[in-house]
Each structure stands twice: as C-alpha cells, then as structure tokens.
C-alpha cells in the first residue's frame, strides 16, 4: 500500500512559478514511475508528466507544459516534484500525483493504469 500525499499549491499571477511535492509512504517507492495529472472545474483529468522509476533517466510532458514543467524525483526522499515555470491561467486545475508498479508507457495518459493517487493541491493562477 502507497499512500501520496501533495503540498505545493496555491495563488500565483501569470507568469510565476511553484513547485509540487508528493510524498510518498513505504520502501518501495523506487519502484514506481510517477505521474503528476490534473483536472479543471468542467474538465476530464488529464495527463501532465511522468517520470520513470529507479533512477527516473526518463520524463515525458504534455505538449501544453513541455518547456515550462520539469518532472523530478527523490528516492531518497520518497518524493516526486513537479516545478512549473511560467504559468498561465490556464494551468489552473487541482493537481494530482499518482504512482504506477507496471504501466506500459503507452498507456501514460489512462488513468486506470495507476494504482495510486494522491488526494490532490489547487493551483490558481490569476491573469
């Protein structure tokens, strides 16, 4: 059992930048690759980045957030970050972290491939 916890939210104006954490219990952590999702008022959850396990040599982004997230993770730690650059409005979105043993990569964005999910973190962002 992994429980995720996330901090990290809050108000930004656009153009600002926070960073994401996700705590992680138990000694397995390592072991599985970590996505951040989100989901807006009205909106379907969606796919924000992942990061491999272990050693985590393997990222990957949306098309809306490539160039302005970066995916991270300390095992040591038990602790995946997700640091956002240069927000938008439309960045607003309860911010989810979610933790998968055996996820073929291809199935990234499926929501049902994960087999844990943290409780979430609102981030605003103001125009």
């Known amino acids: 059992q992994v429980q995720l916890v996330e901090s990290g939210g809050g108000l930004v104006q656009a153009g600002g930048s926070l960073r994401l954490s996700c705590a992680a219990s138990?000694?397995?952590?390592?072991?599985?690759?970590m996505a951040w999702f989100r989901q807006s008022p009205g909106k379907e959850r969606e796919f924000v980045a992942d990061?491999?396990?272990?050693?985590?040599?393997?990222?990957y982004y949306a098309g809306s957030v490539k160039g302005r997230f970066t995916i991270s993770r300390d095992n040591a730690k038990n602790t995946v970050y997700l640091q956002m650059s240069n927000l938008l409005p439309e960045d607003t979105a309860v911010y989810y972290c979610?933790?998968?043993?055996?996820?073929?990569?291809?199935?990234?964005?499926?929501?049902?491939?994960?087999?844990?999910w943290g409780q979430g973190t609102q981030v605003t962002v103001s125009s």
């Open positions: 990061i491999s396990r272990s050693s985590g040599d393997f990222t």
């Open positions: 979610a933790a998968a043993l055996v996820r073929p990569v291809t199935t990234r964005g499926d929501l049902r491939a994960y087999d844990y």
């Open positions: 138990g000694r397995t952590f390592s072991t599985y690759a």
